[in-house]
């Protein structure tokens, strides 16, 4: 019998992979491409459209090729897609060409359009409707932005020349058929980060369109996150697409928190922490968002609150590439390995701001504590402690919010290869913390939801039997000292808070 796989497109903010999973979940073939990150000016972040489509023609076939013995496309079952997810993709229905560069999430040029958003009509009007509070993260005050500084284009989109989506759906539209019939969907997940749909009824709400001036002809039709779109014309003809998700939602299926009180954090770039509330919308009373953390089929969606971190892994690469201590990644911890402590310095990233649980997009990065003693050990230890003190706002902000606090943190991402930074986050939350076998669960949880839509896999249980634990950190901080050094942390965080900007400055 010829074997089948489940096939995962992850475009990610930095690269784009496909891998091929087997029915017990392990990873077959991997094959992976970065892709150019742009910054025209300060604050601002831009991606190609057209070089993530030819990197996924290249890693699609070098995916297939790159298992030892070659897999023919008929041996596919299904595709499933997770991206990152708020970046905004426009381009012109007729011919596919994108019009401009693709917006990325991590942009805050948006950031003057918060503020007045937030004294008219305030944060109530939003939160009400989509569940997300103003903020340069989301993707609809970005369609806002393209329509004020380019000439005619919202003409051209209320006529019916444009096209709008979040990554998935740019990828979709050309592995369907692009211009010549290509379909323009998204899914609940990735359209739950608009700002522009009802987190309740899950379609796109006409109070904030018109709000928000987005004609609804340029807008993407609105799927579940496991059922069969449509088959594909390139790339993988006649294989059907049956999932997208946005990636966090992804890696929380992958991690199968399918259950009311489960919780996964991704630590990468930035880290996403999500917690499955079920079937019930909670409204975040502590700055947290209200999401939808996936839907099979015609069955109930199921939510989540999440909490963004804007700046963790590239806290590491600015210590890397702007600093210039460490020549690669995974040298931090070593360089942190070198002190005990902290030696009393404090870094808070806000690069971009701050995301969860503040939404301050006027808050700048801060180092504090610095004195002569400080070597870059402490300062690499400092980079570390960051990722652990931001986890740990979040999570107090979960608890406040659920009526069930967490008991155990699932982890995946890149960072969770340092075992220094994981036995901090397991003190400071408390709790366990697992890292499971299979680290690419953004890949996973796409291929779960596409393999499940397929009838690869017959249902969640099976999925759940596929986890398993590769490594555990049980916290053990003396409960006083934990307390005491998250009391200094936050400290930095009103420095963080207080910075004034200079007329002019960034």
């Given at each position: 019998?010829?074997?089948?796989?489940?096939?995962?497109?992850?475009?990610?903010?930095?690269?784009?992979?496909?891998?091929?999973?087997?029915?017990?979940?392990?990873?077959?073939?991997?094959?992976?491409?970065?892709?150019?990150?742009?910054?025209?000016?300060?604050?601002?972040?831009?991606?190609?459209?057209?070089?993530?489509?030819?990197?996924?023609?290249?890693?699609?076939?070098?995916?297939?090729?790159?298992?030892?013995?070659?897999?023919?496309?008929?041996?596919?079952?299904?595709?499933?897609?997770?991206?990152?997810?708020?970046?905004?993709?426009?381009?012109?229905?007729?011919?596919?060409?994108?019009?401009?560069?693709?917006?990325?999430?991590?942009?805050?040029?948006?950031?003057?359009?918060?503020?007045?958003?937030?004294?008219?009509?305030?944060?109530?009007?939003?939160?009400?409707?989509?569940?997300?509070?103003?903020?340069?993260?989301?993707?609809?005050?970005?369609?806002?932005?393209?329509?004020?500084?380019?000439?005619?284009?919202?003409?051209?989109?209320?006529?019916?020349?444009?096209?709008?989506?979040?990554?998935?759906?740019?990828?979709?539209?050309?592995?369907?058929?692009?211009?010549?019939?290509?379909?323009?969907?998204?899914?609940?997940?990735?359209?739950?980060?608009?700002?522009?749909?009802?987190?309740?009824?899950?379609?796109?709400?006409?109070?904030?369109?018109?709000?928000?001036?987005?004609?609804?002809?340029?807008?993407?039709?609105?799927?579940?996150?496991?059922?069969?779109?449509?088959?594909?014309?390139?790339?993988?003809?006649?294989?059907?697409?049956?999932?997208?998700?946005?990636?966090?939602?992804?890696?929380?299926?992958?991690?199968?928190?399918?259950?009311?009180?489960?919780?996964?954090?991704?630590?990468?770039?930035?880290?996403?922490?999500?917690?499955?509330?079920?079937?019930?919308?909670?409204?975040?009373?502590?700055?947290?968002?209200?999401?939808?953390?996936?839907?099979?089929?015609?069955?109930?969606?199921?939510?989540?609150?999440?909490?963004?971190?804007?700046?963790?892994?590239?806290?590491?690469?600015?210590?890397?590439?702007?600093?210039?201590?460490?020549?690669?990644?995974?040298?931090?911890?070593?360089?942190?390995?070198?002190?005990?402590?902290?030696?009393?310095?404090?870094?808070?990233?806000?690069?971009?701001?701050?995301?969860?649980?503040?939404?301050?997009?006027?808050?700048?990065?801060?180092?504090?504590?610095?004195?002569?003693?400080?070597?870059?050990?402490?300062?690499?230890?400092?980079?570390?402690?960051?990722?652990?003190?931001?986890?740990?706002?979040?999570?107090?902000?979960?608890?406040?919010?659920?009526?069930?606090?967490?008991?155990?943190?699932?982890?995946?991402?890149?960072?969770?290869?340092?075992?220094?930074?994981?036995?901090?986050?397991?003190d400071v939350l408390d709790v366990p913390v697992v890292r499971p076998m299979v680290s690419e669960t953004v890949s996973l949880g796409a291929g779960?939801?596409?393999?499940?839509?397929?009838?690869?896999?017959?249902?969640?249980?099976?999925?759940?039997?596929?986890?398993?634990?590769?490594?555990?950190?049980?916290?053990?901080?003396?409960?006083?000292?934990?307390?005491?050094?998250?009391?200094?942390?936050?400290?930095?965080?009103?420095?963080?808070?207080?910075?004034?900007?200079?007329?002019?400055?960034?």
């Amino acid at each position: 019998m010829v074997e089948r796989y489940v096939m995962s497109i992850d475009q990610g903010t930095n690269s784009t992979r496909c891998i091929l999973f087997d029915r017990g979940g392990r990873l077959v073939s991997v094959a992976q491409r970065e892709h150019q990150q742009h910054f025209p000016r300060p604050g601002w972040v831009e991606h190609d459209a057209v070089e993530i489509w030819q990197n996924l023609r290249r890693v699609v076939s070098e995916a297939l090729s790159g298992s030892g013995t070659p897999v023919d496309t008929a041996q596919v079952a299904a595709i499933g897609l997770a991206n990152q997810r708020e970046t905004t993709v426009l381009w012109d229905r007729r011919t596919g060409t994108p019009l401009g560069r693709a917006l990325v999430w991590q942009d805050t040029r948006t950031a003057p359009l918060v503020e007045e958003l937030r004294e008219r009509p305030g944060e109530e009007f939003f939160l009400d409707r989509c569940g997300l509070p103003p903020s340069t993260y989301f993707s609809a005050l970005r369609l806002r932005w393209l329509f004020d500084h380019v000439k005619g284009l919202e003409q051209r989109a209320k006529d019916g020349e444009v096209l709008f989506g979040t990554v998935e759906s740019w990828l979709i539209w050309n592995l369907t058929g692009g211009a010549d019939g290509g379909l323009h969907i998204t899914d609940a997940t990735n359209a739950s980060r608009t700002m522009l749909m009802n987190i309740r009824t899950l379609t796109w709400d006409e109070e904030l369109l018109a709000f928000f001036g987005v004609p609804r002809p340029m807008l993407p039709e609105i799927r579940s996150n496991a059922e069969t779109y449509g088959e594909a014309v390139a790339l993988l003809p006649g294989v059907p697409i049956t999932a997208a998700l946005g990636d966090q939602q992804a890696a929380l299926f992958g991690q199968t928190c399918f259950s009311p009180g489960e919780a996964k954090c991704t630590y990468g770039t930035g880290s996403f922490l999500l917690l499955n509330t079920g079937t019930d919308v909670i409204r975040s009373r502590h700055g947290l968002l209200t999401t939808v953390a996936y839907k099979i089929g015609d069955r109930a969606p199921v939510y989540a609150l999440e909490g963004s971190i804007a700046v963790t892994g590239a806290l590491v690469q600015w210590f890397r590439d702007r600093l210039g201590l460490i020549n690669s990644a995974p040298e931090i911890e070593t360089l942190a390995r070198t002190v005990e402590d902290n030696g009393g310095c404090y870094i808070v990233p806000a690069f971009s701001g701050l995301f969860a649980p503040r939404w301050r997009s006027d808050a700048r990065g801060v180092i504090v504590g610095l004195t002569s003693y400080i070597t870059s050990g402490h300062l690499a230890r400092a980079v570390l402690e960051a990722t652990g003190w931001q986890t740990r706002e979040v999570v107090d902000a979960m608890n406040a919010d659920s009526s069930v606090p967490l008991k155990e943190l699932k982890v995946d991402g890149g960072m969770t290869a340092d075992n220094l930074l994981m036995q901090f986050v397991a003190d400071v939350l408390d709790v366990p913390v697992v890292r499971p076998m299979v680290s690419e669960t953004v890949s996973l949880g796409a291929g779960y939801a596409a393999g499940l839509a397929a009838g690869y896999w017959p249902d969640l249980e099976v999925l759940r039997r596929n986890w398993h634990p590769a490594a555990r950190w049980l916290p053990g901080m003396d409960p006083g000292h934990r307390e005491s050094e998250y009391d200094n942390w936050q400290r930095a965080v009103e420095r963080s808070l207080g910075w004034i900007r200079r007329p002019g400055s960034p």
